[in-house]
């Protein structure tokens, strides 16, 4: 799982995003069967942000975790 949320200080989640990309162009591990990753939660102010460098991203990650989901709407901007 390649984190994105509270273990990014406020400050370098903008270069933790740039490097979350890098990872995911990478070739494949054999090791590394499944992929994911976690974004921060929808209340937060770098959320979008998160979801909009997975969109950009050429390979995908298999799963996406959201954090702190409070209600459906909260996964409007994932699905």
Known sequence: MLDL???VAPSEKGD???????ALER??????????????APSSSAHLDD???????KRKPD???VPKVEGA???????
Do not use: F, K
């Not at 070739?27 to 921060?40: F, I």
């Not at 979801?51 to 991203?57: I, N």
């Not at 709407?73 to 699905?79: C, R």
């Open 16 to 22: 933790a995003r740039d490097q979350l990309v890098r």
């Open 5 to 7: 949320e509270d273990s």
């Open 27 to 40: 070739p494949a591990r054999d090791e590394y069967t499944t992929v994911a990753v976690r974004v921060n």
């Open 73 to 79: 709407a909260d996964l409007s901007e994932i699905t």
């Open 51 to 57: 979801v909009l460098c997975l969109v950009a991203a």
């Open 63 to 65: 799963l996406v975790i």
